[in-house]
């Protein structure tokens, strides 16, 4: 039974989420990851074998997809010039 870690409901649902992994400097997004979602706070959660999976693939080797180019943004530097 599904239990929120964070805000406590019981009330869930599948979906496939997509997660940037960051390992090193490098950063990495997996897409069509399994994943219970909170239907009340949106907290995703994925399994034990999901879970290793992914760092399987992350770590192994796999071969990427695709690649995408991404955007920086530094939250702390723009609040300093604000």
């Given at each position: 039974?599904?239990k ?62 695709k ?16």
């Amino acid at each position: 039974m599904f239990k929120c870690h964070v805000c406590g409901s019981a009330e869930s649902h599948t979906e496939f989420v997509s997660e940037v992994f960051e390992i090193g400097n490098k950063f990495y997004l997996v897409e069509n990851i399994p994943a219970i979602v909170c239907s009340r706070c949106i907290e995703e959660v994925f399994s034990g074998e999901t879970s290793e999976a992914i760092r399987v693939m992350l770590h192994g080797e796999s071969k990427p997809v695709k690649s995408v180019v991404l955007d920086v943004f530094n939250y702390k530097q723009e609040v300093k010039a604000s």
